[in-house]
């Protein structure tokens, strides 16, 4: 009895410091968009224009660095406290779900941040039915490049972690006799799907 109580009160210290982790990041994020919208209102010298704008750009990013942390860490925290705290320590859970919509909502690109990034960016009507296109098309080549670069470094790294987490799946599911079947084929499907989807991208459209 006080094993389990001991397991239970481990879990949720580590989640509610998970928790805490989540409100430091957002705290960050926040200082760093305050800085970055602040030093936009200083006037600079032309010769020290592009620096400037550089670090106001990297304060930016940094912000939405820590968001996209808050929000992951959120979001595993929610998981894990519904499956293991659900019942004894439902407040933990709540706070994390909570913690995650603000992390979200957060997320939602700032007109002010944007416009520190990227002075000339203009944002694409709401209700359009190619927003994402519209609003993918107003980044200059040069940002495109960066943009694709880095997501094609993510697709490759996405890809290794999903073969390497099955094969862990696998070799566990051996060795505990604790089934993971269905997480396995759930990793295959995602698998397929990226694959797919990627390749079919790439692939030259139909001559009209």
């Given at each position: 009895?006080?094993?389990?109580?001991?397991?239970?009160?481990?879990?949720?210290?580590?989640?509610?410091?998970?928790?805490?982790?989540?409100?430091?990041?957002?705290?960050?994020?926040?200082?760093?968009?305050?800085?970055?919208?602040?030093?936009?209102?200083?006037?600079?010298?032309?010769?020290?224009?592009?620096?400037?704008?550089?670090?106001?750009?990297?304060?930016?990013?940094?912000?939405?660095?820590?968001?996209?942390?808050?929000?992951?860490?959120?979001?595993?925290?929610?998981?894990?406290?519904?499956?293991?705290?659900?019942?004894?320590?439902?407040?933990?859970?709540?706070?994390?779900?909570?913690?995650?919509?603000?992390?979200?909502?957060?997320?939602i690109p700032s007109e002010k941040i944007v416009r520190i990034t990227n002075p000339n960016f203009k944002f694409p009507n709401p209700q359009s039915?190619?927003?994402?296109?519209?609003?993918?098309?107003?980044?200059?080549?040069?940002?495109?490049?960066?943009?694709?670069?880095?997501?094609?470094?993510?697709?490759?790294?996405?890809?290794?972690?999903?073969?390497?987490?099955?094969?862990?799946?696998?070799?566990?599911?051996?060795?505990?006799?604790?089934?993971?079947?269905?997480?396995?084929?759930?990793?295959?499907?995602?698998?397929?799907?990226?694959?797919?989807?990627?390749?079919?991208?790439?692939?030259?459209?139909?001559?009209?």
């Amino acid at each position: 009895m006080f094993s389990g109580l001991e397991i239970h009160s481990f879990e949720a210290t580590t989640l509610m410091i998970a928790n805490l982790v989540v409100i430091l990041c957002l705290i960050a994020a926040r200082l760093n968009v305050w800085k970055a919208v602040q030093g936009s209102l200083v006037e600079v010298d032309q010769e020290k224009e592009d620096i400037h704008q550089v670090i106001l750009e990297r304060k930016a990013y940094t912000a939405a660095t820590y968001i996209q942390i808050a929000l992951t860490l959120s979001f595993i925290a929610l998981l894990t406290g519904f499956l293991l705290l659900r019942d004894t320590q439902p407040e933990i859970v709540l706070v994390s779900f909570i913690l995650m919509l603000v992390s979200f909502v957060t997320l939602i690109p700032s007109e002010k941040i944007v416009r520190i990034t990227n002075p000339n960016f203009k944002f694409p009507n709401p209700q359009s039915k190619n927003y994402s296109e519209e609003y993918f098309e107003q980044f200059d080549d040069g940002e495109k490049y960066v943009m694709l670069k880095g997501l094609y470094n993510l697709y490759s790294v996405i890809i290794w972690g999903l073969v390497i987490l099955a094969f862990g799946l696998m070799y566990y599911s051996a060795f505990t006799g604790d089934s993971q079947l269905i997480g396995i084929i759930g990793i295959g499907a995602v698998l397929m799907l990226i694959q797919v989807s990627y390749t079919i991208s790439l692939k030259p459209s139909k001559f009209k």
